[in-house]
């Protein structure tokens, strides 16, 4: 359905740059591993436990090979050689390697021994990826999927009162929980282990964590008839991982932003872009759809003068997430409504910010994010921004539509709060259900003229960023305003150049899977 007439020559040209400043980016990808990747693998042919120290294994055993091995060939290899040597299988080799019977080998083995030696596990981990994938397709056939899907957070700290307030949101008609992670984990380089009680304005991700969640919401979607969606953060110095836990646990959608981390949490540029290129290969191959970030840019930016920035950053996203091999069916690219209130037609921009990436995007399952920035304390004002916001939701057809809180920028919703929420969505929902059908915007008016005006300025800032680079550009504070330094950041210590005969056994399958 096409409202605003966007002239689509310029909407390629926005695709042509977009494709190239990502094109650069893979390439120095493709010269790079980091401990989180390497990390990520070992998690994937099924290493898994702490030590007694509570190290989790893969940090100790990546740890071990970057003391006195070369981490550019792969932990891969390291592992491989250490099975052939101790003549072990894996779960052998790392009980006495808890034990300190055994240790990671000195020297590596070969490419083709490393494949051949690990084949078991890799098979056996794509293969538990597999059979969750199947059985979220079996859940999603059975019982469909919602049109616009109500997307309610939960965020205690403990994850058996998240499980008690994530049922109690579905039987409400939640159709997608996210759990939020506690503060400031995106910047441990480690995962927690195991279920944890306490985390701070959310709950540490942790595939035990992951696994009791996912089985809360099973039971749930067999009581209410529909499949209850999970979802998680993959980001931060641990993004792969979180994405490995998720594809093994059937987690459905992920947070999964290229410049998120960057902007917001100071995470290495380069350890950002290596770490989200496998993270979304594990994604495609899972079938775990991904939300992008660029809802947070209008947080630090004016959503009237910095709008395209957001088209923009939607553009690279997903450039990056086709090299990825993503479908487009599984691109959640993320928008806000978050205009000021204040500023004469407001709505009708807001219109056009939605429309426009509905058009530009109209396979991807747009995550549509609720007013946050100009809430200001007042419930009443917040309900009326909010119902704006729920009835832009159905006019512009978003597919994911996470709800405002009358209570935000007051405290941690209460449950009373999340009812009136989704109570509040699903009546705009049933009442203006054919809205977008029976309307159409004037040539020349608000929202056409305002729809073009962001377009062009976006063909215009992806041109300027492919001219100068995507680091420089994120070093000249581009996007949100904030600059960041090529050297600089958390994590930049975890990033390693591949040697000539470096190998990534499970990014090698998931690849051959999508030729």
Known sequence: MNKLNLDQKTIESCRIHANAIAEKIVRFIDNHTTVSVERSILRLLGVDGVDRYQVPLVNRLVDDCLQQRNCGEGISRYLAASLKNTQRNLADFLVAYQAGKATLAKDPASVEET???????????????????????????????????????????????????????????????????????????????????????????????????????????KDVGRYIRLVNYASGLCMPEIAAMAALERLDILLNDSLYGIIFRDINMQRTFID?????????????????????????????????????????????????????????????????????????????????????????????????????????????????????????????????????????????????????????????????????????????????????????LLGDVEKTGLFNALENGVFAGVKRPFQGGKGLEGVYVKDKDYVNPIALRMEEFFR
């Open 115 to 221: 494949l051949a030696i690990l084949k078991p596990w890799i098979d056996q981990g794509l293969k538990k990826i597999q059979e969750q994938k199947e059985l979220r397709n079996h859940w999603i056939n059975t019982y469909g999927t919602a049109k616009t899907q109500i997307y309610v957070i939960v965020a205690t700290g403990n994850i058996h009162e998240d499980v008690i307030q994530a049922q109690a949101a579905a039987r409400a008609g939640a159709d997608i929980i996210a759990v939020i992670r506690s503060t400031g984990q995106s910047l441990l380089d480690y995962v927690p282990y195991g279920i944890t009680t306490e985390g701070f304005g959310g709950t540490y991700a942790t595939q035990a964590n992951f696994r009791l969640m996912r089985q809360a919401l099973d039971e749930v979607s």
């Open 276 to 460: 989200q290129n496998f993270s979304r290969l594990i994604n495609a191959y899972a079938g775990i759809l991904i939300n992008t970030g660029e809802d947070n840019y209008l947080t630090t930016s004016d959503a009237v003068e910095e709008a395209h920035t957001v088209l923009a950053s939607q553009f690279i996203n997903e450039a990056f997430a086709k090299k990825a091999h993503l479908s487009a069916s599984l691109m959640g690219l993320g928008h806000a409504f978050e205009i000021d209130p204040e500023i004469e037609n407001s709505f009708l921009f807001e219109i056009a910010q939605a429309e426009m990436a509905r058009e530009i995007f109209p396979d991807a399952p747009l995550k549509y994010m609720p007013p946050t920035k100009h809430i200001s304390g007042n419930i009443f004002r917040a309900t009326m921004q909010n119902a704006l916001f729920n009835l832009a939701t159905v006019m512009t057809d978003q597919s994911i539509h996470l709800l405002g809180m009358m209570t935000e920028a007051i405290h941690t919703p209460f449950l009373s709060d999340r009812f009136l929420a989704i109570d509040s969505a699903k009546t705009i929902q049933k009442t203006a259900k054919s809205f977008r059908e029976a309307i159409d915007y004037r040539e020349g008016g608000v929202i056409h003229t305002r729809a073009r005006e962001v377009l062009q300025k976006a063909k215009l």
